[in-house]
């Protein structure tokens, strides 16, 4: 069983992530650690605690990490996820929670350091970037670092050529890849180009609903929101999943593939946040990213959805 530790900003589609993550044998979530994205730090705190109150698995700690970018201002993006972070679901916060006193950072740290700890990270790489900047040989001892976040073909989804993750703390995303190259070492990235292909469509709930109604209920109440802003923003009639994505591909690494090439994350100007991915090795440096572009989207949705169908789910009341 492969030790992760979940880097996330819960948000829906990190909620399907946890979920997907913790009915899975193959994988053991030591921690889940908070970063500001989709939705403020202490609200994704309460977002996973109630995501992990339906599972009955409020043992898994959390821990709560940068509430803010390295250098950009924060902007939250609760007008993708719902005013609560998860589809305006309101579900009820779940009692006696109270913010642990070490800090995402600290957390990641001390359990890095025995080499045998993967991260997914599903929100932007604030509390990665930390880790470096406290211990760079504990952050180079994460086993395999996957992130939903960048793209290469694809266009962006919070500006013409950014991605979310990445547009809102460039800076972070920066010193990460940067860590990696300096180390020979790859981040998997599980980037838009192969995100997109992950649509979650009506009819998919529908079955999901008759198979295990909790479930389709649970799912149905948080993304009901997600599908709205779709079919509003990108026309689509479903929603795209991305962070499930990502923990699927750490689970079966048979479901992306892609090409290795240097990238790096541009901070400055109308295209920030967009990774540069130099597919043609102009740069002539050594890969630091193993770019995914191509999805086996039956693959995913064979492993998906019987691990989710499988969750008996607790009610949130
Ligand atoms: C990413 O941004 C967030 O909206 C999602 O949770 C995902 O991690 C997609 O760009
Ligand atoms: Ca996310």
Redesign the pocket.
């Known amino acids: 069983m492969e030790k992760i530790i979940i880097d996330?900003?819960?948000?829906?589609?990190?909620s399907l992530a946890i979920m997907l993550a913790l009915n899975s044998p193959e994988v053991e979530v030591v921690g889940i650690t908070i970063v500001a994205?989709?939705s403020p730090c202490e609200l994704g705190f309460k977002n996973a605690k109630r995501v992990l109150k339906f599972l009955g698995r409020l043992d898994v700690p959390v821990y709560v990490g940068a509430d803010r970018p390295r250098v950009r201002e924060y902007v939250n993006?609760l007008d993708?996820?719902g005013s609560d972070g998860l589809g305006e679901s309101f579900l009820p916060e779940v009692p006696d929670q109270m913010i642990p006193d070490l800090s995402a950072a600290e957390f990641m740290s001390q359990t890095l350091k025995g080499g045998d700890v993967s991260v997914i990270a599903?929100?932007p790489l604030t509390n990665l970037a930390d880790i470096i900047d406290r211990d760079r040989e504990v952050f180079l001892s994460i086993k395999r670092l996957v992130s939903?976040?960048g793209n290469f073909r694809s266009h962006g989804?919070?500006s013409p050529v950014a991605?979310?993750?990445y547009?809102?703390d460039p800076d972070s995303a920066k010193v990460v890849f940067n860590a990696m190259y300096e180390a020979g070492r790859e981040i998997e990235m599980v980037g838009?180009d192969v995100?997109r292909k992950i649509v979650l469509t009506y009819d998919i709930l529908d079955e999901m609903k008759r198979k295990n109604p909790v479930v389709g209920d649970f799912v149905e109440k948080i993304t009901n929101f997600y599908f709205k802003f779709h079919w509003e923003w990108e026309h689509i009639r479903g929603c795209?999943i991305?962070?499930p994505l990502a923990v699927a591909q750490f689970i079966d690494q048979s479901i992306l593939s892609g090409f290795s090439a240097f990238t790096d994350v541009e901070t400055l100007g109308i295209s920030i946040g967009q990774t540069v991915v130099d597919s043609m090795g102009f740069y002539r440096k050594e890969s630091n990213a193993l770019i995914y572009t191509k999805v086996n989207e039956k693959a995913f949705w064979d492993l998906f959805l019987p691990r989710i169908l499988g969750i008996k789910g607790e009610s949130n009341e």
């Not at 996330?8 to 990190?14: A, M, Q, R, S």
């Open positions: 996330c900003d819960p948000g829906i589609d990190d994205g989709n993006a993708t996820h599903l929100g939903m976040g989804n919070c991605e979310y993750n547009w809102e838009l995100t795209v991305n962070d």
